[in-house]
């Protein structure tokens, strides 16, 4: 019904940068908040960035002042520009949406995650 799908993972060296984006498709109505996730390996998920219809944002601390996450909501896409990149970086990155959809029997509610896009920073 929805489907989110990441793209602009890759290697990147040390101090380099990437930039991921996410699309959304399906009978969406609107979009709340998506954000970008990753996991290393033998570690949580952990929320990287979020936002808001409204453009708010938030990062997590390890990230603040390098990412910038940004949204076009007349395209259903949420981007993640990666400045500043290092090693801990390395991840599978995945995109997440709260979203409501429209339906047979109207308007739905869920959350989606996209299959992720794999981040390898070396140095």
């Known amino acids: 019904q929805v489907q989110l799908v990441e793209s602009g993972g890759g290697l990147v060296q040390a101090g380099g940068s990437l930039r991921l984006s996410c699309a959304a498709s399906g009978s969406i109505f609107s979009i709340n908040v998506m954000g970008w996730y990753r996991q290393a390996p033998g570690k949580q998920r952990e929320l990287v960035a979020a936002i808001t219809s409204g453009h708010s944002t938030n990062y997590a601390d390890s990230v603040k002042g390098r990412f910038t996450i940004s949204r076009d909501n007349a395209k259903n896409t949420v981007y993640l520009q990666m400045n500043s990149l290092n090693p801990e970086d390395t991840a599978v990155y995945s995109c997440?949406?709260?979203?409501?959809?429209?339906?047979?029997?109207?308007?739905?509610?869920?959350?989606?995650w996209g299959q992720g896009t794999q981040v390898t920073v070396s140095s």
């Open positions: 997440h949406a709260d979203v409501n959809y429209c339906s047979a029997s109207g308007s739905s509610h869920g959350d989606y």
